[in-house]
DNA sequence: AATGATGTATCAGGGGCCTAATGCAATGAT
DNA sequence: ATCATTGCATTAGGCCCCTGATACATCATT
């Protein structure tokens, strides 16, 4: 697994948003224990406080909880996971669409080159 | 013309990119002057210092160039601003689709979900 | 009962970013 | 010549982030 760590964001935030990832798409199981705050930090070669910070978000808004002293764990509530996959896709479209309008381009550009880059780069099967 | 400001991304940074699209699109012509640091920096609402460190990085890429005293300019070679639009859409494209296959989507998903986008949100003509 | 693992909290130091306030050199306009 | 404009540079202070170190309470295990 990556840990790559772009400079221009704090860094709680990318491990935050790169496990939320692993828990939507499916790597993370509802129910599952996540490493300790310590072990997770060591493995993502970062500070523990920075961890904890990033754990912190996810356990804001539902994604996982903490059972005493056993641990951090991914919510069972499957319909949290599923909303936040849904709104998270919206918003990384929403995002994109807006990047590619601001450069110039309309939306037949866009299909138009998504689709091309998609046959250049990812049919690979 | 809109400069909102995100804070989880340095300023300048995002100032950079805002007129670095500006350009790209067509917004701002080869040739043209742009306003002046001062100018500039009060109608985006930023310390000058910020606008300077901005417009700096879009020196750095021969987008924009000095005369001496008479302002900033935009590049008059039209290569490197069609060569930039080039690669940043290709860079938008690859960041875009990581992000969603990151959270479980494969080629078809993606497609599909963009297409569905557009349908609904961007044919008001 | 003792030990280890875990989450949680705090403190100090360093670095980058942003703002505010100045100052200076060079150029164009008057 | 004088003045305003412009780019450029510097300094100081504040804020947030990151790290490293340390400490503590709780729970499971032994």
Not at 41 to 68: F, G, R, V
Not at 81 to 97: A, M
């Amino acid at each position: 697994m990556l840990w790559e760590i772009n400079s221009n964001q704090p860094i709680y935030l990318q491990i935050m948003e790169r496990i939320q990832s692993l828990i939507i798409s499916g790597y993370y199981k509802p129910g599952d224990r996540l490493p300790s705050i310590r072990d997770f930090a060591a493995t993502a070669s970062i500070n523990p406080n920075t961890m904890q910070k990033a754990l912190n978000e996810l356990e804001k808004i539902d994604l996982i909880y903490t059972n005493k002293t056993n641990g951090k764990f991914i919510t069972e509530d499957t319909n949290v996971i599923q909303n936040l996959k849904n709104q998270i896709s919206i918003q990384y479209i929403r995002d994109f669409i807006e990047k590619m309008m601001d450069i110039g381009l309309n939306e037949k550009d866009i299909i138009k080159n998504i689709n091309q880059y998609i046959q250049n780069n990812l049919n690979n099967e």
